[in-house]
């Protein structure tokens, strides 16, 4: 059983920064890619970053590329995700997965465990 959880998140402005941590706790296994997605009311939840297990190949969605920055201590179970040059469209809860699968087709989803989500707020 793996526990997820996320911390960080909040409010800032557009232009701000933020960042969020995701910790996995458990029956843990380092050599898989972990990764955020997001979601706002009424629509799917959409992918943000992953990284592979030794931190090697980062993936970014379309969106967040070149403002977002995603990272990971394995020897804390810990993936990162450094939020620069915020928009007010960033606004969502964004959820951790420990493992992350179908980078590598373009298609990637949450094959393991979910955090509880955290919101991210960015005001104009």
């Known amino acids: 059983q793996v526990q997820v959880k996320e911390s960080g998140g909040g409010l800032a402005q557009a232009g701000g920064s933020l960042s969020l941590s995701c910790t996995a706790s458990?029956?843990?296994?380092?050599?898989?890619?972990m990764g955020w997605f997001r979601q706002v009311p009424g629509k799917e939840r959409e992918f943000v970053a992953a990284?592979?297990?030794?931190?090697?190949?980062?993936y970014y969605g379309e969106s967040v590329k070149g403002r977002f920055t995603i990272s990971r201590d394995n020897a804390k179970n810990t993936v990162y995700l450094q939020m620069n040059s915020l928009k007010p469209e960033d606004t969502a809860v964004y959820y951790c997965?420990?493992?992350?699968?179908?980078?590598?087709?373009?298609?990637?989803?949450?094959?393991?465990?979910w955090g509880q989500g955290i919101q991210v707020t960015v005001s104009l």
């Open positions: 990284i592979s297990w030794r931190g090697l190949r980062t």
């Open positions: 458990g029956r843990t296994d380092s050599s898989i890619a």
């Open positions: 997965n420990h493992d992350v699968a179908g980078v590598e087709s373009h298609a990637p989803y949450g094959f393991g465990t």
